[in-house]
Structures are given as C-alpha cells and as structure tokens.
C-alpha cells in the first residue's frame, strides 16, 4: 500500500515517523519503504482549514490507497481511561451552523440550510465508505471544533445535540476529504484529557502520544 500518514502537529507524529525512518528504507525525501508499504508522512497544521488544504494538495500530487490520520482527543466520557486509544468510525463538523437564543446548537440541517443526508454525510456524521476496522480498538464517535470545549455552558451543549465518545479538531475533515477522494481512511485518537472545565494541568499530553505512537506502529505493522 501506498499510505499517508497525517496528523495535525509534529510533535503527534514524530514517535511513528522515527520508528519508521529507522526501520524502514528511504526511497526519497518524502516516501519511506516500511514492511510492505510506502509511507509518507504530512503534518498539515491545527484545525479543520488547514488539514483539509494540506491533505487535499498532497492527494492532488499523488494517488494514495490508504490515509491514517492520528492525533490526541479529549474525551466527554470519563470512564474512557487517559492515554487509551481508539478507532473512530464517524464524526462530523460540531460547530458548523449558529447559536440559537438559548444557546442551543443549530446545525445547518436545523437551518434548513442543507440535507443531512447528501454526501459525503449520513445523517449529518461522516462514516467513512472506505475503512479498514482494528479488530483491537474499540470504535467510537467524536465531534470536530475549531474552538474545543472548556466551560460547562459548551460541554453541556455538544454533548446534548451530539452525545459524541471524542472531541479533536481535525478528525472530520479528514474523513470529508477521503470520502470526496473515495480513499480508505483510518483515525487513531488517544485521549489526553477529559472534556471538562478547562485545566490543562491535568492533561497527560506525554503519555497519552506514547500510546499513539505504539499503537500507530501495531496497525502498521498489521495492516496488508
């Protein structure tokens, strides 16, 4: 397979890309033969803008067969342990609509502004068409913001319209653009925090990608 690997930040990546940069061989200054595999890496910045622009002009330069985007979550359930991985399998754009008066979320199939159902979407959630399932991650749902959650009004808002597993901020667009692309797509997320009022104290960044980081490295290494 011809894989891309993408994540948000450099420092979400750099555990797997020295893994394979020592383990592998390098075919050019992108492209690293690793098992079976060609993997490059891409690191396309924070947020649904700029993963959506990198992912689409790396994807314009070359065809790819499979896109595995990793990356830390906070998580609204919190008997999810820290530093646990998952699989998610559907997301969706959280705070793409308005506010109502009360402060409800209205999407923009509330507003009437679009079908819920036309795609890429199935309901208003992003299930990719094309995914390869981990038999040993458990799947879950997650909601993309550009603003994440950390006041009791915001937490309380997402997680009555969307009961979602997960909160990152690039996980949806992602999937929007492997679907339009019709590539199969994997999204590992290890949690780093829980989603509540904001301490960042609590958060356990280091641990939580050097469980991403092995992790990323087991699907590697199990995928055909």
Aim: proline residues 4%.
């Amino acid at each position: 397979m011809r894989i891309l690997l993408v994540a948000a930040t450099a420092m979400e990546i750099a555990g797997v890309s020295e893994h394979i940069a020592y383990n592998g061989q390098k075919l050019d200054f992108f492209i690293t033969r690793y098992g079976n595999h060609e993997i490059n890496t891409l690191v396309t910045g924070i947020g649904s803008v700029a993963t959506s622009y990198g992912l689409s002009q790396v994807l314009s330069q070359a065809p790819f067969d499979l896109i595995i985007n990793i990356g830390l979550a906070g998580s609204y359930d919190p008997d999810l342990p820290l530093c646990s991985v998952y699989q998610v399998t559907k997301d969706r754009f959280g705070d793409l609509g308005a506010l109502d008066r009360d402060e409800s979320i209205l999407d923009l199939y509330d507003l009437q502004l679009a079908d819920s159902d036309i795609f890429p979407y199935t309901g208003g959630w992003l299930i990719p068409s094309k995914s390869i399932p981990i038999l040993n991650l458990t799947p879950k749902t997650s909601v993309t913001l550009n603003t994440t959650s950390g006041s009791p009004t915001s937490i309380s808002r997402f997680k009555q319209k969307y009961d979602p597993d997960l909160e990152t901020m690039e996980g949806a667009a992602v999937f929007y653009v492997a679907k339009m692309k019709d590539i199969t797509v994997i999204q590992l997320r290890a949690i780093s925090n829980y989603v509540t009022l904001r301490d960042r104290s609590s958060w356990q960044i280091k641990e939580a990608m050097t469980a991403l980081t092995t992790t990323t490295i087991m699907v590697l290494d199990t995928i055909k």
